[in-house]
């Protein structure tokens, strides 16, 4: 029995990493069947965690195709599945509300995607400590700075974004990430009339956009843009 339950481990991850292969080729719907499948196969075999995080990989392809509809009742259909009293399992509900915020975001509806995106938080805020959700902390963070950005509120938005700078600088973040975080800093900082400020978190990012990206890549543009903007209200 143990045998056979190590074999039918093994087909679920090699599923996953097939679906997780076409994923990171834009095969959306090749990765949408993996995924489907792998989570049945950990479904049946009671892992629900990999079962959870399969299908949060559906989510993720129904908001790349714009598929809004279905997102929000996987969304549903998910959170129904995940008792807010089960400790063990804070890390995949909190996924799942910042996708509800993500959801609610992409039909301005923006009170509501901050009340989610707070929840989520507070979630993950409240998981383990371990490298991988610190980083989706970060992550977090960074995104309901977005929408308090969106609100014109940059000191909140400021605050956050700072928060996942620290998270970031400690667990060693790639270099786009880091750009994308300095940016958003000098954005809010360039509202707030820190303009020295924002000239260096501009600067910073334009270093971690060379790190990554072609120099001729429009971001790389849009930051020397922004600098420029920033040195003529000096």
């Not at 049945?40 to 993720?60: C, H, P, T, V, W």
């Amino acid at each position: 029995v143990l045998s056979s339950l190590a074999q039918s481990e093994e087909k679920a991850d090699v599923l996953s990493k097939k679906a997780s292969s076409f994923f990171e080729s834009s095969n959306w719907d090749s990765a949408e069947y993996y995924y489907r499948a792998a989570a049945l196969a950990y479904d049946q075999l009671g892992n629900r965690r990999k079962y959870f995080q399969e299908s949060n990989q559906i989510i993720e392809i129904y908001l790349m195709e714009n598929r809004l509809f279905e997102m929000k009742t996987s969304i549903d259909s998910l959170l129904s599945q995940v008792s807010e009293q089960d400790s063990s399992l804070l890390e995949v509900r909190s996924y799942l509300l910042s996708n509800l915020s993500i959801y609610y975001e992409r039909i301005f509806l923006l009170k509501k995607s901050l009340y989610y995106a707070e929840l989520a938080i507070e979630l993950l805020e409240r998981a383990p400590k371990n490298e991988q959700n610190n980083l989706n902390l970060a992550s977090f963070y960074l995104n309901i700075g977005l929408l308090y950005q969106r609100n014109r509120d940059y000191l909140q938005a400021l605050k956050y974004y700072r928060q996942s700078l620290i998270l970031r600088e400690e667990y060693g973040a790639e270099p786009m990430g880091m750009a994308d975080i300095h940016n958003s800093i000098a954005v809010a900082n360039f509202y707030l009339g820190q303009y020295d400020e924002a000239l260096k978190q501009y600067q910073l990012s334009l270093d971690y956009y060379y790190k990554a990206l072609d120099p001729i890549h429009p971001k790389v543009a849009i930051a020397f843009n922004n600098m420029a903007f920033s040195h003529m209200r000096l």
